[in-house]
């Protein structure tokens, strides 16, 4: 129905930066919340940011200030600016849409397959 695809994850040197994107297509009525969350080896998901449709943001305060999260409706996208990063970064980042798929009914979530990011030391 909905699929959910992250793209823009890689490697680079602490200090420096990458953006991430991610698209949501399919049958899409309209989408809430967009989110982007983290998971790092032998840790649970946590949340770095997220964005409603009216462009409210929401951060984590491991990355306030450091990270910028915005979205595109038009195109059902949101992207993840990251400057600063640490080593701690590092973690397969999530994009997570809340989708209604008609005019009435609940909203969905649907998840993306995720994308390394790994910032060296």
């Known amino acids: 129905q909905v699929q959910v695809v992250e793209s823009g994850g890689g490697l680079v040197q602490a200090g420096g930066s990458l953006r991430l994107s991610c698209a949501a297509s399919?049958?899409?009525?309209?989408?809430?919340?967009m989110g982007w969350y983290r998971q790092a080896p032998g840790k649970q998901r946590e949340l770095v940011a997220s964005?409603?449709?009216?462009?409210?943001?929401n951060y984590a305060d491991f990355v306030k200030g450091r990270f910028t999260v915005s979205r595109d409706n038009a195109k059902n996208t949101v992207y993840l600016q990251m400057n600063s990063l640490k080593p701690e970064d590092t973690a397969v980042y999530y994009c997570n849409a809340n989708v209604h798929l008609e005019s009435v009914g609940p909203a969905w979530g649907f998840w993306g397959q995720g994308t390394q990011v790994t910032v060296s030391s």
């Open positions: 399919g049958i899409i009525f309209k989408i809430n919340v």
């Open positions: 964005i409603t449709s009216d462009d409210s943001t």
